[in-house]
């Protein structure tokens, strides 16, 4: 019986731990910079429960299959590595924003194994249940925190966070969709509701990606009739949302070709200086804190970024996280973290049922990650999707 007990309240500490990091951004939404790094100290606490939760429940405890642990490992030693050479504490537990520290990895990683013992069912409703919450919050939140809707960012510190979140729960509701047979004009109107904001959002990247993984879905999950309307209805819809954002704006960041090609130029240039950062330092890199170090506006030539330098920013991200991850621990570190989570996709790949969309949502947050910056929340949800398809057993039942 006193086992029994214990197995319940550590089950029950641990599908806590899983409800707050899908539910973080409602948690502490943005206001301040010091929002942004209570959202890191939560996550902080919330894999240290986990952990503990998974050490004391040994029975049936959900884990990443074995060979996944030596690039997690690769990457713990870099930042060990990094830190001998740069000693600040930053280097060793990361910050916001894009920087990822050995024990904030080792927190997301908690915290999305013990999002496991729900079902993958459940998760995905948690998901969308928190995407819609923070959609319907979006442009009242963004409006009296920054008194104007030019672009709207809700609960999150950059609206292209809002909108990658917002595209996750988008995905997940064509998979929850068929089980909806009772509440269709419901889940149409969140869907609907979900699209508005994104849009809202003005995110090139997270329209970019919900039309094409829309168009995927329905290619490859869809058949017959219902295909062909899916597909018919995504085109309607990219038409109607083009044309809305032209009449509503005719040089919305969205539809201008002139300012997103000047933004692309941007990114390109910026990476290329975070691809010499990488090569100055191959081995121990800059420390997941010291990227701005990488790519310092002191060696910065190209006329828009010295703009932004002169404006008083820094650049502590290269718009591309992946790269990020070379800048701050070098070869081996970056490398690590492309070969853990792309490792999970690979094994997920062939998932079936609502897991096949869950694996949709992760994969858009890493296509999104070649040309944005992240946060502490939008990491958190990324391991949490990834770790459902890592573990050396599988529960993805509808």
């Not at 927190?107 to 319907?136: E, K």
């Not at 910026?270 to 010499?276: A, D, E, I, M, N």
């Not at 992946?322 to 094994?347: E, K, N, Q, T």
């Amino acid at each position: 019986m006193v086992a029994l007990d214990r197995t319940n309240w550590l089950q029950r500490i641990s599908k806590s731990v899983a409800v707050c990091s899908l539910s973080l951004p409602l948690l502490v939404p943005f206001s301040t910079g010091r929002n942004i790094d209570l959202q890191a100290g939560i996550v902080w606490v919330l894999g240290t429960i986990a952990w503990l939760s998974l050490f004391l429940w040994r029975t049936d405890t959900p884990s990443l299959r074995r060979w996944l642990w030596w690039p997690i490992g690769l990457y713990a030693l870099s930042c060990l590595l990094t830190l001998w050479f740069h000693p600040d504490v930053a280097n060793l537990t990361g910050l916001p924003h894009s920087r990822l520290g050995v024990l904030s990895l080792l927190a997301c990683i908690g915290c999305g194994l013990v999002g496991r013992f729900f079902s993958v069912q459940r998760l995905a409703r948690g998901l969308y249940a928190s995407s819609i919450a923070i959609a319907i919050t979006a442009v009242p939140y963004t409006l009296v925190t920054m008194g104007s809707l030019a672009r709207v960012g809700g609960a999150f510190h950059q609206p292209d966070l809002l909108a990658i979140w917002l595209v996750c729960g988008w995905i997940i509701g064509f998979g929850l969709w068929p089980q909806a047979k009772k509440q269709r004009w419901g889940m149409a109107a969140t869907q609907t509701l979900l699209l508005v904001v994104i849009v809202l959002s003005q995110s090139r990247m997270a329209l970019l990606l919900l039309i094409v993984i829309s168009l995927v879905i329905a290619v490859r999950q869809l058949r017959g009739r219902l295909r062909t309307m899916a597909v018919l209805l995504t085109i309607g819809v990219t038409g109607l949302v083009g044309s809305s954002a032209y009449l509503i704006a005719p040089h919305n960041r969205v539809i201008d070709s002139g300012y997103s090609t000047q933004s692309i130029q941007y990114r390109l240039t910026l990476q290329s200086y975070g691809v010499h950062a990488v090569s100055y330092q191959p081995i121990v890199g800059y420390g997941p804190a010291n990227i701005q170090t990488g790519i310092s506006c002191l060696i910065i030539h190209d006329p828009a970024l010295i703009r932004t330098c002169q404006q008083g920013y820094y650049f502590e991200s290269s718009h591309n996280i992946f790269l990020d991850r070379f800048i701050g621990l070098g070869l081996l570190g970056g490398s690590a973290y492309i070969i853990a989570v792309g490792g999970l996709l690979y094994i997920g790949k062939r998932q079936i049922g609502i897991a096949r969309y869950v694996w949709y949502a992760a994969l858009a947050i890493c296509v999104y990650y070649l040309t944005n910056i992240t946060s502490v929340s939008i990491e958190l949800l990324l391991w949490v999707l990834l770790c459902r398809f890592g573990g050396s057993y599988e529960d993805n039942e509808a």
